[in-house]
């Protein structure tokens, strides 16, 4: 009984710790153009317009998280092996996986933007420098909070896997829910705003991005201030959600049925969630429905 | 059929990349392994030597095979790669009970029979038809095996089966392995992997464009694995002497310092312009 009550506690610390991994890794990706919308950012010199836009590419979210929450999981446990305080140890394994992350950020924002010479793009050492240590800021929280996530599992919990497979596991999965939850808030919105709202993009806007903020020149920190209004939060519940229900579900249903009531329950809570997400897109395709060309006045 | 576009005019051919870093990496890794065979883990750091020869010639391939138009598929070649070569690597490292220096040459040439055989897979099966696919993949995933056995000397080193699945530690004299806390019982091999991985498709993903420079990119390539070196030995402090994890983490931070520096240089070279704190100022306008 004692057992379940401690594994409750833990899920439900878990999760919290993991919505605010997904809050930040959302937001950190935003500011540095990561993902989906850097394509939009790569492009918009070719067609003309300079701008003031991190443009990183280091790859995919998923894999660049994994990388980070793994070699972050991977020091932690050397230093624990050493004998290292579990917490001092989580700190310096983070503290690493930061540094590793500002240096990709640094050269993909100066390989990508010293490659479009041709095109005029300028590559400004200020963008650089208040950029990347914004993102490395975000990315020091999402990689923390994750890394002690999986430290709970693996030693509370006792999770079979090592904390450096726990760090692929669910490195992926932050990244993933930070770009399938988080960039649709971004991408398009943000970077065409001065396109008609609901026309989607056409193929002569493409690269003419928004450049320009109310006070000057715009760069990627104010793509931070944008997003972590609804891009950050659902993120952070989409991934909260991830680890709660797949924590809850180990530690209620693992001991029904040699194992196969987990599995059971995990089938369910996938059921469950393809009903509603099927209710919520027809909900609103019917509301919203497809674009329709404003009436005109006859 | 893809239509190929020219990333970039090459200085140095790419057979001429692929044969410095080959050499370089297997030399490195040679030289780790008789350290190793010695006795003494001093010479572990060759590792990240030969990961950082992997490196170049694993670039030049991935620049080669994605002038074929897969913007996208620039991260998955590192991860194709590094997923063939783990396969290679973990084969080729049970060969050293019959001889320690057999491993290293053994995953060269597992890695390429594997990526050979998943390249006429990608090529003729699920018809991609780029013509340089099959070499190019096996020769990634050579690159895979490659840089995954240096990153595991740099943690360990040792590249044999035996020695990274336990941990021998010393208790009133008698020797006790544990392998739940060793290189792959701890999981310690999927950092390298993710570091290998992250680091192979980087260099180009980073570089692409028109103004592409294979010197830029190739020093990019070496940054890249002198930063994945500072980590494995970081991680090394729990497997190695403290003497060779320190040296390795020293050769490790000198050579990611020195090719970060020109790699900055080189971008400034290349840049259309170097601004800090100006605004920008369209051409048209």
Same mark, same amino acid.
Request: aromatic share 12%.
């Given at each position: 009984?004692?057992?379940?009550?401690?594994?409750i506690?833990?899920?439900?610390?878990?999760?919290?710790?993991?919505?605010?991994?997904?809050?930040?890794?959302?937001?950190?990706?935003?500011?540095?153009?990561?993902?989906?919308?850097?394509?939009?950012?790569?492009?918009?010199?070719?067609?003309?317009y300079?701008h003031?836009?991190?443009?990183?590419?280091?790859?995919?979210?998923?894999?660049?998280?994994?990388?980070?929450?793994?070699?972050?999981?991977?020091?932690?446990?050397?230093?624990?092996?050493?004998?290292?305080?579990?917490?001092?140890?989580?700190?310096?394994?983070t503290?690493?996986?930061?540094?590793?992350?500002?240096?990709?950020?640094?050269?993909?924002?100066?390989?990508?933007?010293?490659?479009?010479? +041709?095109?005029?793009?300028?590559?400004?050492?200020?963008?650089? +420098?208040?950029?990347?240590?914004?993102t490395?800021?975000?990315?020091?929280?999402?990689?923390?909070?994750?890394?002690?996530?999986?430290?709970?599992?693996?030693?509370?919990?006792?999770?079979?896997?090592?904390?450096?497979?726990?760090g692929?596991?669910?490195?992926?999965?932050?990244?993933?829910a930070?770009?399938?939850?988080?960039?649709?808030?971004?991408?398009?919105?943000?970077?065409?705003?001065?396109? +008609?709202?609901?026309?989607?993009?056409?193929?002569?806007?493409?690269?003419?991005?928004v450049?320009?903020?109310?006070?000057?020149?715009?760069?990627?920190?104010?793509?931070?201030?944008?997003?972590?209004?609804?891009g950050?939060?659902?993120?952070?519940?989409?991934?909260?959600?991830?680890?709660?229900?797949?924590?809850?579900r180990?530690?209620?249903?693992?001991?029904i049925?040699?194992?196969?009531?987990?599995?059971?329950?995990?089938?369910?809570?996938?059921?469950?969630?393809?009903?509603?997400?099927?209710?919520?897109?027809?909900?609103?395709?019917?509301?919203?429905?497809?674009?329709?060309?404003?009436?005109t006045?006859? | 059929m893809?239509?190929?576009?020219?990333?970039?005019?090459?200085?140095?051919?790419?057979?001429?990349?692929?044969?410095?870093?080959?050499?370089?990496?297997?030399?490195?890794?040679?030289?780790?392994?008789?350290?190793?065979?010695?006795?003494?883990?001093?010479?572990?750091?060759?590792?990240?030597?030969?990961?950082?020869?992997?490196?170049?010639?694993?670039?030049?391939?991935?620049?080669?095979?994605?002038?074929?138009?897969i913007g996208?598929?620039?991260?998955?070649?590192?991860?194709?790669?590094?997923?063939?070569g783990?396969?290679?690597?973990?084969?080729?490292?049970?060969?050293?009970?019959?001889?320690?220096?057999?491993?290293?040459i053994?995953?060269?040439?597992?890695?390429?029979?594997?990526?050979?055989?998943?390249?006429?897979?990608?090529?003729?099966?699920?018809?991609?038809?780029?013509?340089?696919?099959?070499?190019?993949?096996?020769?990634?995933?050579?690159?895979?095996?490659?840089?995954?056995?240096?990153?595991?000397?740099?943690?360990?080193?040792?590249?044999?089966?035996?020695?990274?699945?336990?941990?021998?530690?010393?208790?009133?004299?008698?020797?006790?392995?544990?392998?739940?806390?060793?290189?792959?019982?701890?999981?310690?091999?999927?950092?390298?992997?993710?570091?290998?991985?992250?680091?192979?498709?980087?260099?180009?993903?980073?570089c692409?464009?028109?103004?592409?420079?294979?010197?830029?990119?190739?020093?990019?390539?070496?940054?890249?694995?002198?930063?994945?070196?500072?980590?494995?030995?970081?991680?090394?402090?729990?497997?190695?002497?403290?003497?060779?994890?320190?040296?390795?983490l020293?050769?490790?931070?000198?050579?990611?310092?020195?090719?970060?520096?020109?790699?900055?240089?080189?971008?400034?070279?290349?840049?259309?312009?170097?601004?800090?704190?100006?605004?920008?100022?369209?051409?048209?306008?």
């Amino acid at each position: 009984m004692q057992e379940i009550i401690i594994g409750i506690g833990v899920t439900a610390l878990a999760g919290a710790l993991a919505a605010v991994a997904g809050a930040a890794e959302d937001t950190e990706s935003n500011i540095g153009s990561q993902g989906d919308p850097n394509s939009q950012v790569q492009l918009a010199p070719q067609m003309g317009y300079t701008h003031r836009i991190y443009n990183k590419a280091v790859s995919g979210e998923p894999p660049a998280y994994t990388l980070w929450v793994t070699l972050a999981c991977g020091v932690a446990w050397a230093f624990i092996m050493m004998n290292v305080n579990a917490v001092l140890a989580i700190i310096f394994g983070t503290v690493l996986a930061t540094f590793v992350q500002g240096i990709y950020a640094t050269t993909a924002y100066l390989g990508r933007t010293a490659s479009l010479s +041709k095109f005029g793009q300028p590559v400004f050492i200020d963008v650089l +420098k208040s950029v990347t240590t914004v993102t490395m800021g975000h990315a020091f929280v999402a990689i923390f909070t994750t890394v002690t996530a999986c430290y709970l599992m693996s030693t509370v919990l006792h999770h079979p896997f090592a904390l450096p497979l726990l760090g692929v596991v669910w490195g992926l999965a932050l990244g993933a829910a930070g770009s399938a939850t988080g960039n649709p808030y971004y991408g398009k919105e943000r970077q065409y705003q001065n396109q +008609k709202f609901g026309a989607g993009v056409p193929i002569s806007a493409s690269g003419n991005i928004v450049r320009y903020a109310e006070a000057g020149q715009r760069s990627s920190i104010d793509n931070g201030f944008f997003t972590a209004k609804l891009g950050g939060p659902a993120s952070g519940l989409c991934f909260g959600l991830i680890v709660f229900f797949e924590l809850w579900r180990t530690v209620l249903f693992e001991p029904i049925a040699n194992g196969w009531g987990a599995v059971v329950a995990g089938v369910v809570i996938i059921l469950i969630f393809m009903i509603i997400d099927r209710y919520v897109e027809v909900w609103a395709r019917k509301n919203y429905g497809p674009y329709t060309a404003a009436a005109t006045e006859a | 059929m893809s239509v190929k576009v020219e990333a970039s005019h090459d200085g140095i051919p790419h057979n001429k990349v692929m044969a410095m870093g080959l050499i370089l990496a297997l030399v490195s890794l040679y030289i780790a392994v008789a350290g190793a065979f010695a006795g003494y883990d001093y010479l572990a750091f060759f590792g990240g030597i030969a990961a950082v020869g992997a490196l170049i010639w694993g670039n030049s391939t991935i620049k080669k095979l994605c002038s074929y138009g897969i913007g996208t598929g620039v991260p998955s070649a590192g991860m194709l790669a590094f997923g063939s070569g783990v396969i290679a690597m973990l084969f080729a490292a049970k060969l050293a009970v019959i001889s320690p220096f057999l491993v290293p040459i053994a995953g060269l040439v597992i890695a390429l029979i594997v990526g050979l055989v998943l390249g006429w897979i990608s090529n003729s099966v699920l018809n991609m038809k780029i013509p340089v696919m099959t070499r190019s993949i096996a020769e990634l995933a050579a690159v895979g095996s490659v840089a995954l056995m240096g990153l595991t000397v740099v943690a360990t080193g040792h590249v044999s089966f035996s020695e990274i699945t336990a941990f021998n530690i010393d208790i009133l004299g008698i020797t006790v392995s544990f392998y739940d806390v060793s290189y792959i019982g701890a999981g310690i091999i999927a950092v390298s992997f993710m570091l290998g991985a992250i680091a192979l498709q980087h260099p180009f993903n980073a570089c692409l464009g028109p103004g592409e420079k294979q010197d830029r990119t190739n020093m990019l390539a070496i940054e890249c694995g002198f930063l994945s070196m500072i980590v494995m030995a970081v991680i090394s402090f729990a497997f190695v002497s403290l003497v060779a994890a320190w040296i390795s983490l020293v050769i490790g931070l000198i050579g990611w310092f020195v090719s970060y520096k020109k790699y900055f240089a080189l971008s400034k070279r290349d840049a259309a312009a170097w601004l800090d704190a100006k605004p920008f100022s369209d051409a048209e306008e």
